[in-house]
């Protein structure tokens, strides 16, 4: 009984200062992602960093993607003052990017093709196509700012555990099935505001 009252306590107080954070199911995925991402690994996720839906906190208009680098969340912008709001791995201080972009192209399971500073700073990374092993993961949304490619993505990872740390190369790594979910709700032409 005495647990029953601390649960409700807590429940109210949660309520009271606010913090409402309404969880979203899984989208549906095809056969080919619910196989490839079987062999995927996967992680334990800090819990703050599950996908939610709740009060947006950017002020940005709906269908906008605004990317909080420094608190490791990536939201999606609705209608009604409402966000989805996902945990994400961003870059390290040395590779990351700021600014503003249009998601110019969305691809599912995409072929990885690394620039070339990047291959010139580690030589080990190389062409890999779509599919498990692949560091795109799931789905990748690219970013360009006008008509030039930013070479910077919005994709899935093959690294789970990254999630929440300031890790890549500049990039935005979400959990596979939550760019799923994303690549689902983001239409191409959709902007989105690094910072």
Known sequence: MRL?????AFGVASAVAGCRYEPIPAPEVSSRDAEWMAMVPTAELYRPFERYRIDDPTGE???????????RFLYLVEPNGKAVRYGVAVGDEAYGWSGRATVQRKAEWPDWHPPAEMIKRWPH???TKGG???PLGARALYLFEGN??????????????????????????MRNIDVIDLYNRVPTGATVIVK
């Open 132 to 134: 498990p092993e692949n």
């Open 148 to 173: 030039k490619d930013t070479l910077y993505r919005i994709h899935g990872t093959n690294e789970p555990e990254t999630i929440g740390k300031a890790v890549s190369s500049g990039c935005i790594r």
């Open 4 to 8: 029953m009252s601390l649960l409700l």
């Open 61 to 71: 208009k709906p269908g906008t993607v605004v990317v909080d680098t420094k608190s």
């Open 125 to 127: 990374v190389h062409y």
